[in-house]
């Protein structure tokens, strides 16, 4: 079989960048797309009206690598409706979206396609890691990085299961969300855009955790694979640090973000209030919107709303929001608590809570439970292309030391070291020592 033929069997991969005013970000990022082995692929960056240098770093990215393409979507369409123009690019076979700040891991694209063929699947999932650029978390940057995982098959409905328990998208690192964290096949894509009445895919205000959810309930059964594919990235401009700063500028930012999505409320369950950064509260909406679309056969437990209010008002005592933001959040509970009838319920537990003081980040090294942490500026990582090679060097070594490996290093070692301890000749004898002499006539 020729290369030619070879190539034509294979899937294409779209990897998709809505993005704003990102340029010094994104240029990195498309770095870690052009460091891509895999020829059947295209990177397409969707621009919401940059007025920074974005299009003329796509531009200067595509004319190196022709794998790289630039559209427009035109001024303020706001993130929903890029993230679904930009879908609309995608070309049958697979596709992942990634931020202005996100990056792939070198072969990660061929590491995405080995894994869907392996398992015969069209859902993918895996634990990236994450670097935040310095400034973000600490003045050195860092990189966090999952412990070891073992590459299986998950059950779709027990992890939707778990979402309902949990209400917590974004602590599930299983969640099959295709940002950044996950691939899927855009046949998929298009069997959720037929059952909604726009045909759209995406049906909430942010496109994250929605995906996971969806698409978890289109299948009976989707990959994770132990080994990432990709990596987080956190500049400085994430729409997430900006509804947590009390910044006068990120407060601008948010005021944006949350006029561009007045048009889209949370479900009527959450009593149609506006859109919500709360975990918890996004991730009933994205349930409860996924249960209305006709035929959607994916099933989950009923949502207990004591556990939805008291859940939210514990994000709330985290020490994360200013007061203005606090203030925000609880009417918008208020509300929903009213219409569960858990008026009292609420009012008791807002009383009776207390916030805590917001915690600095943690810098440098460290480990927890699932992760640890690496210093960036010792690492010599400034960006995002620097960050995915460290990451994959990394897990690397963790396949290189699984405990059946280890057993064998340490086997061999000690084999070498007996062979040769306390086997060997013995020195001549002192009458046959010769001074002043070298090689083979300095023993007699």
Not at 229 to 243: C, M, R
Request: hydrophobic share 35%; net charge positive.
């Amino acid at each position: 079989m020729n290369k030619q033929e070879s190539s034509a069997e294979e899937p294409f991969f779209s990897v998709i960048i809505p993005t704003k005013n990102r340029g010094p970000y994104l240029q990195h990022t498309l770095r870690t797309c052009s460091m891509q082995n895999y020829e059947r692929l295209e990177v397409i960056v969707s621009d919401d009206g940059s007025t920074d240098r974005t299009r003329e770093i796509v531009e200067s990215a595509a004319r190196a690598d022709p794998r790289i393409r630039y559209v427009s979507q035109g001024t303020g369409v706001g993130m929903r409706d890029n993230f679904e123009l930009a879908l609309q690019q995608a070309r049958p076979g697979f596709v992942i979206a990634l931020g202005g700040d996100d990056g792939l891991l070198p072969d990660g694209i061929q590491g995405m396609r080995d894994v869907l063929l392996s398992t015969g699947t069209e859902l993918l999932a895996w634990p990236a890691p994450s670097y935040s650029y310095p400034g973000v978390t600490s003045a050195n940057g860092q990189l966090a990085i999952y412990r070891r995982r073992d590459t299986k098959v998950i059950n779709s409905r027990e992890f939707l299961s778990a979402q309902a328990r949990h209400l917590h998208y974004l602590g599930d690192i299983e969640s099959p969300m295709f940002y950044v964290k996950g691939v899927a096949s855009t046949r998929l894509i298009e069997q959720v855009r037929s059952r909604s009445k726009q045909g759209r895919f995406y049906s909430c205000p942010t496109p994250d955790g929605y995906s996971g959810i969806v698409l978890a309930g289109e299948v009976e059964r989707y990959a994770f694979s132990g080994k990432p594919f990709s990596i987080f990235g956190q500049a400085p401009t994430s729409q997430g640090l900006a509804y947590l700063s009390n910044d006068p500028k990120a407060k601008h930012v948010s005021a944006d973000f949350f006029k561009s999505v007045a048009a889209t409320p949370m479900h009527r369950e959450l009593a149609g209030q506006p859109y919500s950064p709360l975990i918890t509260l996004m991730t009933v909406d994205y349930l409860l919107t996924c249960k209305d679309l006709p035929g959607w056969p994916g099933r989950f437990p009923e949502i207990d709303y004591r556990q939805v209010l008291l859940k939210s008002v514990g994000e709330l005592t985290h020490g994360l929001y200013g007061e203005d933001r606090i203030c925000r959040e609880l009417a918008i509970l208020e509300q929903i608590a009213a219409m569960h009838g858990l008026s009292d319920f609420f009012a008791r537990k807002v009383r009776h809570s207390r916030r805590h003081r917001k915690r600095p980040h943690f810098e440098g090294y460290g480990i927890n439970s699932t992760s640890f942490f690496l210093d960036g500026k010792a690492y010599n990582l400034s960006n995002v292309f620097d960050a995915a090679y460290a990451a994959n060097n990394i897990y690397k070594a963790y396949s290189d030391l699984t405990p059946s490996r280890l057993a064998s290093v340490f086997a061999r070692s000690l084999a070498y070291r007996f062979r040769y301890f306390g086997t060997g000749a013995p020195f001549p004898p002192r009458a046959h020592w010769t001074a002043g002499q070298t090689g083979s006539e300095s023993i007699k």
